[in-house]
């Protein structure tokens, strides 16, 4: 009976390790999507910059500045974010994160039968 419990264990922790092993590539996936919105986002705010200076006007303070970046960084986002590609990366790395979290969880419902801890009922029952 031991045994077979400390297999469950092994099992669950190996589960565990598994859907970490998912999440990190699904998260590095993702992470390039990201990356290529931002690199995108950096060319397009050079090219515009230098089409202000081509046209002889300035940016003359921070808050005009952003105001030029965060348009041009919403609608690469929002253009990238678009696609069925990025929707998938994106919906896998959401799907493996949740599976992550459960696997997390059941894993560490088991640390206190491990380390032969008491259960809450255990505990509430004594006091009776």
């Known amino acids: 009976m031991v045994r077979q419990?400390?297999?469950c264990e092994i099992d669950q922790l190996l589960k565990t390790l598994d859907a970490l092993i998912?999440?990190?590539?699904a998260s590095f996936d993702y992470q390039l999507v990201l990356a290529d919105i931002w690199v995108?986002?950096?060319l397009e705010l050079a090219r515009e910059l230098a089409f202000y200076q081509a046209k002889g006007e300035k940016i003359d303070n921070l808050r005009q500045f952003l105001e030029v970046w965060s348009s041009i960084f919403d609608r690469e986002f929002a253009q990238k974010f678009r696609s069925e590609d990025a929707q998938a990366i994106q919906g896998k790395f959401l799907k493996v994160a949740m599976s992550y979290w459960l696997e997390q969880q059941q894993l560490l419902e088991g640390v206190p039968k491990m380390v032969e801890l008491p259960s809450c009922n255990q505990v509430d029952e004594s006091k009776v």
């Not at 998912?22 to 590539?25: E, G, N």
């Open 22 to 25: 998912q999440l990190s590539q």
């Open 5 to 7: 419990q400390h297999t």
């Open 40 to 42: 995108k986002a950096f």
